[in-house]
């Protein structure tokens, strides 16, 4: 599953967004760094504490120019619903895409085949709607927003200083490396 480097297909779903049903594509995505926010099912466990933790970090990314896309296989009925019933998921503000026809799960490899749902999967693509970063997890496992954003961060940097790289641990204003012959072994 090489999906670093590919660059999204065009879709289109209809989200809930902020108390309104809204059409998305591609050319939505495109101009601006994007996070693609796979998760099972509305009405469920693990995610809502995943979504509810983005939730907290979505003015941050947006201030970062980045839209969040938080995706499942349920309708976008279904996400209103859930959105206007749950206090975690009625703080999201960030766009609920429904993906009834599986369209998107299969596009980013996430779909359980024979289950119809998503795995967690995190993707984050870069202004020209190239894949940047991938993050996959079983259902049981949940995400960590404030890594999420740590590594938004990281490939932002590193997309606008050619010639630096984010050692692990990479926070904002930390030492980046500048790979060389020099380096080679010596770190």
């Known amino acids: 599953m090489a999906l670093i480097g590919t660059p999204l297909q065009p879709f289109k779903a209809t989200a809930f ?10 050319a939505d995505v495109k101009g601006k760094w994007a996070v693609f926010f796979f998760y099972p099912a509305d009405f469920t466990f693990v995610c809502p504490t995943e979504l509810e933790d983005l939730a907290d970090i979505y003015p941050t990314l947006q201030k970062m120019d980045v839209e969040v896309f938080s995706v499942s296989t349920d309708t976008h009925f279904c996400h209103k619903a859930w959105h206007d019933t749950s206090p975690a998921i009625g703080k999201i503000d960030y766009y609920m895409l429904g993906d009834q026809n599986h369209a998107l799960s299969n596009q980013f490899g996430v779909l359980r085949e ?44 590193w997309a606008s200083h050619p010639g630096e ?22 770190i």
């Not at 967004?17 to 591609?26: A, E, L, N, S, W």
């Not at 790289?165 to 010596?186: H, I, M, N, Q, Y």
Request: net charge negative; proline share 5%.
């Open 17 to 26: 967004k902020q108390g309104k049903f809204v059409d998305v594509t591609d």
């Open 114 to 157: 024979g289950v119809g749902l998503a795995d967690r999967g995190t993707f984050v693509l870069d202004p020209d709607g190239v894949i940047q970063l991938v993050e996959i997890t079983p259902e049981g496992v949940g995400r960590n927003a404030a890594e999420l954003l740590r590594k938004v961060k990281a490939a932002q940097y």
């Open 165 to 186: 790289v984010c050692p692990a641990k990479w926070e904002e204003g930390a030492e980046t490396l500048a790979p060389s012959l020099d380096l080679v072994g010596k």
